[in-house]
């Protein structure tokens, strides 16, 4: 997909940027927006280029860095906390052989905090893409990405 192929689809409205930059950031090898991307976007829809950068770096689901095929993001606020997402964190961390904010040496996952998911009752909680996972055990860890490593290879 090309930036004008993404504004297309979603519009050149300022409100209408974060989705399109979403999806056109999904078609890219490192699942990020290189600074000639973000120039384009703002190029292509008339903002200053100074606004789509901060769009960019605001939302934890754009990203202006490489990152892996597959972004974990780990719940990192109260709730999550309190019912030990610190351990999901290390069980992470161990199984995929790499730290919180960086990306594994094949690129097929990046570890990332991130802020409330918007399943409390399901403590502690991630994301991958779409997928929410709750509940989380080592078990339910090491099936999760095992699932995740099977597609990659589809």
Avoid: W
């Avoid at 078609?27 to 901060?54: M, W």
């Avoid at 974990?72 to 019912?83: A, R």
Wanted: hydrophobic letters at 30%; one cysteine or more.
């Amino acid at each position: 997909m090309q930036v004008k192929e993404a504004l297309e689809k979603f519009g050149r409205t300022p409100d209408k940027l974060i989705g399109a930059m979403l999806a056109y950031q999904k078609t890219t090898p490192c699942n990020y927006l290189t600074q000639e991307d973000i120039r384009e976007f703002a190029k292509e829809t008339g903002l200053p280029e100074s606004r789509v950068h901060s769009v960019a770096s605001f939302y934890s689901l754009l990203s202006t860095k490489p990152r892996g095929k597959y972004i974990i993001q780990v719940c990192h606020d109260v709730p999550c906390y309190v019912n030990n997402s610190t351990n999901v964190v290390i069980e992470l961390e161990q199984r995929l052989k790499t730290k919180m904010g960086q990306t594994t040496d094949d690129g097929l996952f990046s570890l990332e905090y991130s802020s409330c998911l918007g399943c409390c009752d399901k403590a502690p909680a991630m994301q991958i893409g779409d997928n929410l996972y709750g509940n989380l055990t080592a078990e339910k860890i090491s099936s999760v990405l095992a699932e995740h490593r099977r597609k990659s290879h589809e």
